[in-house]
């Protein structure tokens, strides 16, 4: 069990442009408690909300980002962001249907020198908890799920997830099948853990 003198919190990333970062605002809680029933009591379980560019983004040991449209990030959000994540931070960003292309556009001002790459499945973070393959919760696109990344220095420090909308599978409201949600529950506390131990 891991024990800590303090509840460790994820926040959601509030971003510019003009895309619904807000959307489905019970998933962090409910994985975040589900990840507190399972494996360990660690995670404040409220519904945390952060700016790109605020001090407050170290508060988190991961962020997380979803949306259907547009994205920007300033100067300053890309500075600080980069930052955050060069210096232990984690951030997860989950397609809800029309992200990608805004996505893949700004993190380039936020790492313009590293390059996302698709993450294989015999990575760490499909293993660290439940063994699980990329659940693909609704179909967006043809084809398979996918799961990139950026590796600074050899850790991974952004994971994405394309065709697959995990986040989805974490609250109730579009009826998924239950095999479906528990793929995805199990995908998510992969990535909690992955966000506190980083191998």
């Known amino acids: 069990m891991l024990l800590l003198l ?7 990333l509030q971003y510019e442009g003009g895309g619904d970062w807000y959307n489905d605002p019970e998933i962090l809680p409910n994985i975040t408690k589900a990840f507190n029933s399972r494996v360990s009591p660690v995670f404040d379980t409220l519904p945390y909300v952060v700016r790109p560019s605020s001090s407050e983004v170290y508060e988190y ?4 980002m979803t949306g259907h449209g547009n994205v920007h990030f300033s100067k300053a959000d890309a500075e600080n962001l980069r930052r955050y994540l060069m210096n232990g931070g984690f951030l997860y960003v989950d397609d809800d249907y029309g992200l990608d292309e805004h996505f893949r556009r700004e993190i380039r001002k936020v790492f313009p020198d590293y390059d996302l790459v698709e993450i294989p499945p015999e990575h760490p973070i499909f293993h660290i908890f439940y063994d699980v393959r990329l659940p693909k919760v609704h179909e967006h696109y043809p084809g398979p799920p996918k799961a990139y990344g950026i590796f600074v220095k050899g850790r991974l420090v952004l994971f994405y997830t394309w065709n697959s909308n995990v986040s989805d599978g974490w609250t109730d409201r579009y009826g998924d099948p239950p095999e479906i949600r528990e793929e995805a529950v199990r995908m998510g506390i992969n990535i909690l853990m992955y966000s506190l131990v980083g191998i």
């Open 61 to 64: 040991p991961m962020l997380f």
């Open 6 to 12: 303090s509840l460790l919190k994820v926040a959601r």
